[in-house]
């Protein structure tokens, strides 16, 4: 039998990547529209490159960067995040990729071991606490010369253009907060913007309302909404 869904989890992403991880899958894999020069692997020479890519969550960032460097490790907390990543690389028959547990704080890798260090959109909480010890962590992993590559989601933009409609609270009070901490670590920012879009009603209601809740719901189905503007923020630094 197919697995349930409720309508929204309100903005639980820790439930989502626990309890539905091909939920975030169908998000993080569903129309976007990327300019190709926003694409990681067109900023950054990855050919040859040894990377870690922390927070993979289902894989999608690792999946992304595998056919431009030599070798990708994602680090990724939840098991059922893991699982999915593990058996999608299987599935797509990806071989220079390999999933491990670790945290942004705590990675389980050797110091110098990597050229690159991302974490596309991972879970930095509280900001505070967790930012600089990612950095401190990502700068023992990487090589000298080496870069260190964070994205987020630019401050007033959680869930995107919809961001007025969600309020969520948490975002409101913490990514200034994140932001700053970023900025403290000596990390450069570069804001860009892209589409999704998600083709029809049901499916925006069935993948972005569940993550964002019931004004967001509301909100698609007054105005018969079915693409999302997102503004994303690049935090940069060579070590
Ligand atoms: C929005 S997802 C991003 C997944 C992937 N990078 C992508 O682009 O699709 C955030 C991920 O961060 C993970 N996460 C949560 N706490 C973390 C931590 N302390 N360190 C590293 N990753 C964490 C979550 O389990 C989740 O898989």
Redesign the pocket.
Known sequence: MDKEYPLTIENG?DIM?RDYPEK?DEF?SLGWRHREENQLYNMFDFRGKQVV??????G??TFNLAPHAEYIIG????KS?RDLAIKKAEEMGIVNVRFIEG???DIPLPDDSSDYVTA??????PPEE?IPRFAAEAERVARPGGTIIYKGVTPGWYGGELDHVIQDQWAIENDPISDAAWRMAGFRVEDYQILQDYGTLDKIISVYGFIFGMNAIEYLREHKKTTITWSYRWYIKRV
């Open positions: 992403w990547y975030y993080a890519d922390v927070g993979s969550g289902s999608k960032s680090v990724e907390p939840e995040m945290t942004a704080q596309i959109t991972t879970v930095m909480m967790a």
